[in-house]
Structure formats: C-alpha cells, structure tokens
C-alpha cells in the first residue's frame, strides 16, 4: 500500500526557520496538503495543492514541492507553532488517501 | 456554516461491531466526498476509507478490507461507519472529515468532533 514519509521529529529555536518534509512515489502527480495538530485539537488544514496557504494561516507557512518531496517550510517559528504537522495525499490513482506518520515540531 | 456532527462515544468488547453516524449540515451533502479518519490515543491520524455521498461509491484502504462499511442516508444528511471484529486496536477517536471548497479536489478542512471508541473487555 502506498506510504507517506515524514521525519518523527523536527526541533527548532524560536525565530527560526523550521522544515517538514513528506516523501512519496506519487507526490510528483498527486496534491499534498498539510494539517497541523496541536494536543487536544482538532487537526488544521494548513497548506493545500503543495503550496496554497489555508485562509487564516500566517504568512510564515509555506509549501514547496521538488520531486517525490514536499516540504512544508515555517519561517521565523513562533511559541503557538509546536504542534504535530501531517501530510496527506492521494496514491497514484486517486482513489486511495493516506497520511504521513506525523512529525512533531519542538521550539526550542 | 459547514458542520459535521457525530454521534457519542461508544465502549464495545472484542469482536463486536460499532456503526457510528455523521450528520452533515450547511452544505449540500451530496455534493462532496466523506472521509473517515481515525487516531489512536497518542498515535498519529489513519486514513480509513471515503464515500461518495450521491452514488454511494466507496474505497477502503487495504488494512480495514473486509471489516469496514461506510454508507450514507441522503434523506437526513448523514453518513455512517460500521466497523465489524472490534479488537483492542481499534480503540481510537474517530472523524468524519469534508471537503467543499473546489480547489480542494476531494481533500478536506472540516472534520466532525470525534467519536471515542474505546474496545474492552
């Protein structure tokens, strides 16, 4: 079945850029989006189609893409910034979705 | 404004079936996909499948094959998961979760609030 990759953790100091990647062999023909998870909450939708920030998101969330790897990029990280962060996508054929494991993004 | 809303949480013991529902509502129900996401106290978020609310039409992932059937009232707006030979496992938060902004192109932004179901015997 088909797999997203993502690092388990991300360790940032405050201020700091901070990136997540995501791995998959269809990230070159399928959409990545990305959701944020803070303890207790619901999860977020933060960036969609790769690189579309969600309304309401600070302009210091952004989403690249380069081959089989998206990277969701946090510029200047702030305190209210840890939290898990997601990355979902479809399989190759459309039909099938699955999520990365999660990262966990510390500021330091 | 869009709102999924499910229905409480469930304790069930091994080997039994839990159907939980997700009421739609501020949108038109059979315009978009529905998804089913669950998470495992501590875990990270598991896709499970979707349906298309207007035809019905269904994908599971592979690993809930066989155990799992989503299906939908279009009558009352209303989506359900059943999932068959419950195990400790499957105890977790569950989500309905949609979509209905076009470019999101069958993803989703609005989840329901969860139903906990915890397996125990």
């Known amino acids: 079945s088909y797999e997203l990759t993502q690092p388990p953790s991300v360790s940032v100091s405050l201020g700091q850029m901070a990136r997540i990647t995501c791995s998959g062999e269809?990230?070159?023909?399928?959409?990545v989006y990305w959701y944020q998870q803070k303890p207790g909450q619901l999860p977020l939708l933060v960036i969609y189609?790769?690189?579309e920030r969600s309304s309401g998101i600070p302009e210091r969330f952004s989403g690249s893409s380069s081959g089989t790897v998206v990277t969701l990029t946090i510029s200047g990280v702030q305190a209210e910034d840890e939290a898990d962060y997601y990355c979902?996508?479809?399989?190759?054929?459309?039909?099938?979705?699955?999520f990365g494991g999660g990262t966990k993004l510390t500021v330091l | 404004q869009v709102q999924l809303v499910q229905s409480g949480a469930e304790v069930k013991k091994p080997g039994a079936s839990v159907k939980i529902s997700c009421k739609a509502s501020?949108?038109?129900?059979?315009?978009?996909?529905l998804h089913w996401v669950r998470q495992a106290p501590g875990q990270g978020l598991e896709w499970m499948g979707w349906?298309?609310?207007?035809?019905?039409?269904?994908n599971y992932t592979q690993k809930f094959q066989g155990r799992v059937t989503l299906s939908r009232d279009t009558s009352i707006s209303t989506a359900y998961m059943e999932l068959s030979g419950l195990t400790s496992d499957d105890t977790a938060l569950y989500h309905c979760?949609?979509?209905?902004?076009?470019?999101?192109?069958?993803?989703?932004?609005?989840w329901g609030q969860g139903t906990m179901v915890t397996v125990s015997s």
């Open positions: 189609r790769d690189n």
């Open positions: 979902l996508s479809a399989d190759s054929s459309g039909s099938y979705w699955v």
């Open positions: 349906i298309n609310p207007k035809s019905g039409g269904t």
């Open positions: 269809a990230v070159p023909k399928k959409y």
């Open positions: 979760a949609t979509g209905v902004a076009a470019t999101l192109l069958n993803a989703f932004d609005v």
């Open positions: 501020g949108y038109t129900f059979t315009g978009y996909p």
